[in-house]
């Protein structure tokens, strides 16, 4: 047992311990901090501990790998850490970098996962593209200086450690070892490092040695319990070295029957996979003259859950649950993908931006997609945003997509900047109501205003016609899902601005001949919603699910749609309500149309990146499954018990299901290429 004695074995050991004890600690400040859970949740399920212990695997494999350039250092013959000082000054340089660039990491998964719900993973990259307004975003929001000096005093106190970690072992005097028990000791420590970095230490196969993956950290099938799991450096390598293929024509094909039937192709073909369908005027438009304006309004950041009209006990939205009324007010609406740019997309060109890496409006390639908004013949069409367009290359879909659109952004405006975003909602709305109401001939218009008021730094201007701010506990607005309080004021502010808009609008008289088509663009991370189904937190529908309104009580009556309806859906469906004919070979259909697969489903993406967790909502149901139709599970929304798999009970929607989920996800992929614009 002479090996045991060993300096440098003594001193890496012991390296990979401090630099393990490091990362347990910020996987216990995410679970504090971060996760949303109680410390209670340890015992109330039975899922929590092990996936911690799942997630602590995964710590080891990166300690161990951190600190094994260092072990190459340290077993060198002759040049190794043990004789040669300038070896321990590499060694401290290259662990100040890697220990510097690992808590890097956790900081922005802490940040991203706050604000997200998602760890951090390669979609992260598609933020490089807009670095500035990234890091303009980043300073105006966070307490950038402190998080610097915590991340600064994290990798000098390890590094601390471990230079003291040196002089502990290294300098020491050596004791004799022979070498058959060098030899024994070290194939015993090749074995040990192999199992900590393999992750796995029983059930192994020799033959085939599977390493502990991401994918075991998803066993409780509750997307939040799962996050516990992963290593945001281990889980960020892993999506990076994904191949991202573009589409499975094969996949596509194997489901065209089932696709094609459900969006109603005029002349199906499965060999061309052609999904065209023409509507002409239906009998239930309205009968307005002029033809009427529309107006879509993309709510940033607002859920369900934050909205009074889908039960947040605390009121935020007076004036959206009064619209809600007096409007078209759906109650199981769903974007298909979280994010701005990608709602963005979805409601521009009907198609959900699926994509695996980038967002689709960063890919030069498919910006120049066809979108029904070139339906609204003999429209002016307007987009309107507070700050700059070219976030996440939003302006080149723009552009290039909605003919002779009259794009508006910062330096357009006269109003004041308030923050990284821009103007403020209320000036963006005043300032669209000031263009609006000089247009010159007085044409029809289509507008798409885009809102960003409710975004992180969440800023009250000092110019807001009188909104004022509640001072509430911490804990009450918590109970409610919002994550703070400014962040609660933001959703009173966009709601309170909204009133304004109405006002605005009537007093400019674009009003009553107007349809107001509002939507949220994506939920933000919700702490507790006790308000809301256990569903939407369990299954993680509550970054999906979001308010929606269709606004016109001059020209619509009021109404409840209860099924559920896509952001995929909007165009056709304003367009059938305008009575205009359009071609559409996207993925949106008209709800006052049939459903042929009977009762409506939305396609969704419940956990983004490499490998997603894709899944189909009804007004009763979700199922979901691995991106590559594996592990397909079905779960009742109504159940106290979402997670619980009742595929069985209901086997015909499950069947039902997993073909539309598998299918409809698959040619999503495909339409972001086929709905490009020929040149």
């Known amino acids: 047992m002479g090996w045991l004695h060993s300096r440098r074995l003594h001193y890496w050991l012991a390296g990979i311990a401090i630099v393990f004890v490091a990362l347990a600690a910020l996987r216990a400040l995410f679970f504090i901090g971060f996760s949303g859970f109680e410390f209670s949740a340890l015992s109330d399920s039975d899922a929590v501990a092990p996936t911690l212990g799942i997630g602590l695997l995964f710590d080891l494999r990166l300690a161990i790998l951190v600190m094994l350039p260092v072990a190459l250092l340290a077993w060198f013959p002759r040049w190794n850490l043990v004789r040669v000082r300038a070896l321990r000054w590499l060694a401290r340089v290259y662990l100040a970098l890697a220990l510097g660039a690992v808590f890097l990491v956790y900081i922005f998964d802490f940040g991203h996962y706050a604000y997200l719900g998602v760890r951090i993973n390669a979609t992260i990259l598609r933020f490089i593209g807009d670095a500035q307004i990234s890091t303009d975003m980043v300073w105006q929001s966070y307490p ?15 590094l601390w450690l471990l230079v003291l970690l040196e002089r502990v072992t290294l300098a020491r005097p050596a004791k004799p070892i022979s070498r058959f028990s060098l030899v024994w000791g070290s194939a015993l420590m090749v074995v040990l490092v192999f199992l900590g970095i393999l992750g796995r230490f029983t059930d192994i196969n020799l033959e085939n040695p599977v390493p502990l993956r991401w994918s075991d950290a998803f066993f409780s099938g509750d997307n939040r319990i799962s996050a516990l799991g992963l290593n945001p450096v281990i889980f960020l390598y892993d999506t990076l070295q994904a191949t991202n293929e573009t589409y499975d024509r094969e996949q596509v094909a194997a489901h065209y029957d089932v696709v094609s039937r459900y969006l109603g192709v005029d002349q199906p073909d499965a060999q061309s996979l052609n999904f065209i369908r023409h509507q002409g005027p239906q009998p239930y438009a309205i009968a307005a003259s002029p033809p009427p304006n529309v107006v879509f309004i993309m709510l940033e950041s607002l859920g369900t859950s934050a909205v009074g009209a889908y039960g947040n006990p605390l009121n935020p939205t007076p004036n959206i649950d009064r619209l809600a009324k007096q409007s078209w007010f759906f109650k199981n609406f769903y974007v298909p993908v979280t994010g701005t ?61 909605i003919d002779q659109v009259q794009l508006f952004e910062e330096q357009h405006w006269r109003s004041p900047m308030v923050d990284v975003w821009g103007i403020s909602d209320l000036d963006l709305f005043k300032e669209t109501d000031r263009i609006l109401s000089k247009r010159a001939e007085k044409k029809p218009f289509f507008a798409y205003i885009q809102t960003a008021g409710n975004h992180r730094p969440f800023t009250i201007p000092a110019q807001n016609d009188g909104f004022e701010t509640l001072d509430l ?173 009742v595929a069985d009970q209901y086997p015909e929607e499950f069947q039902r299901l997993e073909q539309l989920t598998r299918g409809l996800h698959e040619t999503s992929r495909l339409m972001l290429y086929q709905n490009v614009r020929a040149d």
């Open 144 to 158: 950038v200086i402190w998080i610097t000096l915590g991340w600064l005093a994290a990798t000098a106190l390890t």
């Open 341 to 401: 740019a990608k709602t963005v997309w979805a409601s521009i060109t009907g198609v959900p931006d699926v994509s695996r890496g980038e967002t689709s409006t960063r890919n030069p390639l498919i910006t120049r997609q066809h979108t029904l908004i070139n339906a609204f013949a003999g429209y002016e069409k307007y987009y309107m945003i507070g700050g700059n367009s070219g976030w996440a290359n939003m302006n080149a879909l723009v552009r290039q997509s």
């Open 473 to 645: 506990p911490l804990e009450t607005v918590q109970n409610a899902g919002s994550r703070s309080l400014a962040q609660y004021n933001a959703v009173r502010l966009l709601d309170f601005d909204i009133g304004r808009l109405m006002e605005i609008a009537q007093e400019g008289g674009w009003y009553d001949n107007t349809i107001f088509v509002m939507f949220g663009d994506h939920n933000t991370r919700i702490s507790q919603i006790p308000h809301m189904p256990p569903a939407f937190a369990q299954l993680g529908l509550e970054s999906n699910q979001v308010p929606m309104l269709i606004h016109a009580p001059k020209l619509l009556q009021p109404r409840v749609i209860e099924e559920a309806v896509g952001l995929a859906d909007l165009l056709p469906t304003v367009l059938g309500i305008a009575g205009m004919e359009f071609t559409n070979g996207a993925m949106g259909r008209d709800i006052q149309q049939p459903a042929p697969e009977g009762e409506r489903m939305v396609p969704l993406v419940l956990r983004e990146g490499t490998f997603p967790l894709i899944g189909g909502v009804t007004k009763d149901f979700l199922l979901q499954m691995q991106h590559d139709g594996s592990e397909p599970t079905l779960h009742d929304l109504a159940s106290q018990e979402p997670l619980t798999d």
